[in-house]
């Protein structure tokens, strides 16, 4: 396969592995962290209605969804890719960290999970992909 459509490859199966899985646990996260009672979480208005009566541990699921989504994403992307693989993986997560700001100005949330999913859900998760995808690619060279 030429290098080109394997990076390619690469990038789109990160993206939607990453996406699949940042969906999958945005979905179940209400099943497992229920959110206030007669609050409707399934529009854009019924999540800025029920913003004042969510407590940080509602915001649990949707951190970890981004952050989760962004990791195996970039890991993916790493794992596949034959050259570039840092730059790639950077990719998929500024892809996500768009999304997330994108997400940020349609989503009314207070300051500090912004700032801490900003800040930490998506670059560093890329980061940490990198990091994961370069020694899990030097133990199967040994």
């Known amino acids: 396969m030429p290098v080109f459509i394997r990076n390619a490859f690469a990038i789109l199966l990160g993206v939607i592995l990453g996406g699949g899985l940042n969906m999958?646990?945005?979905?179940?996260?209400p099943i497992l962290i229920p959110p206030p009672e007669g609050?409707?979480?399934?529009?854009?208005?019924?999540?800025?209605?029920?913003?004042?009566?969510?407590e940080p541990r509602h915001f649990l699921a949707p951190f970890l969804?981004?952050?989760?989504g962004t990791l195996v994403g970039s890991l993916v992307a790493y794992l596949i890719a034959t050259s570039y693989k840092t730059q790639l993986?950077?990719?998929v997560g500024a892809f996500f960290l768009m999304g997330g700001i994108a997400a940020s100005l349609m989503v009314p949330a207070p300051l500090?999970?912004?700032?801490?999913?900003?800040?930490?859900?998506?670059?560093?998760?890329a980061w940490l992909a990198i990091w994961l995808g370069s020694k899990l690619q030097n133990t199967q060279g040994q």
Do not use: K, S
């Not at 999958?24 to 996260?29: A, D, K």
């Not at 979480?41 to 969510?54: C, D, H, K, N, R």
């Open 24 to 29: 999958v646990i945005v979905t179940f996260g």
């Open 39 to 54: 609050v409707d979480m399934t529009t854009a208005e019924g999540v800025a209605q029920a913003m004042p009566l969510l």
């Open 65 to 68: 969804a981004h952050a989760i």
């Open 89 to 91: 993986a950077y990719g």
């Open 112 to 125: 500090w999970f912004i700032t801490l999913d900003l800040v930490i859900a998506y670059i560093p998760m």
